[in-house]
């Protein structure tokens, strides 16, 4: 029996040790797997951020190349030079889309968030069905309301002003999607304790629940910047004075071949912002992204 015992502890010991293996080189290959597909993904940054340093004669090199032989801030340079022969000042433009980005990110997280409250924590007439119209419209693509936008956008008379641009982007439920996948997963036991407490709906709102979801309006507020950051104002605003910087810089680079340089830069200024606020805050867009059910 004592010989049977041993063959038999010695036979599981060998089976937990090759899955262990077998687990091991499994996590190996698909870090090896994840890795490569992470350099792949990064390539279009590394160029764009190579290419701005680069003189023009090192861009037009095929097959082009990843690093740069003469780095220049000529491009920059360059780029200064034509802005300083604009009519609107470039200041301008930035402040134009400073108040789009501040006021389109704060209105969506603010309004997301409000109305993820109630529809998370509390039952009433037509929660479910109004639940259901959020995911719904989640496939809709900006292309098919750009029409029925702009013709509320006329009738309510904010054609060629911030708001045109600022109002669609709060109403959009993609952020009220987030916010409210988070808040369900919110005990009810913290919320009637803060009820207990003293504290009014939008008290438990305001000091329990926001605090709580700051990964998810993190999330959103990136989500929201980048979308706002990169606008150009579309059909909506018309008046020079009122266009944001990044329609401003394409009309720069539609400039043709001779620009490619200053195209670069324009590029590397337009990636520099949003791929910084990422990083700072790529954490919580994890996290928001494991608990929410939402696959980047």
Sequence with gaps: MKKLYKFLVSKLRARKLRR???????????TLVLAFFGLFSLFPLIFTVVNAFKPLSEIFIIPPKMTVENPTLNNFFDLATIVESFNVPLSRYIFNTGMITFLGTFGTVLLGSMAAFPLAKYTFPGSKAMSNIIVYA??????????????????????????AVILPAVGSTLGLYLMKNFMVQIPDEMLEAAKIDG?????IYWSVVMPLCKPA????????FQQMWGTTGGVFIYTEELKPVTYVLQQLVSGGISRTGVSSAISFIMLLVPVSVFVLSQSNVIETMATSGVKG
């Design 138 to 163: 989640l496939m809709f693509n900006a292309s098919v309301t750009a029409i029925p936008n702009y013709l509320i956008m006329s009738r309510l008379g904010l054609i060629d002003t911030y708001w």
């Design 217 to 224: 309006w993190i999330t959103l507020v990136i989500l929201s």
């Design 20 to 30: 262990r293996n077998r687990s091991l080189m499994g996590d190996m290959g698909l």
């Design 199 to 203: 504290a009014g709906e939008f008290k």
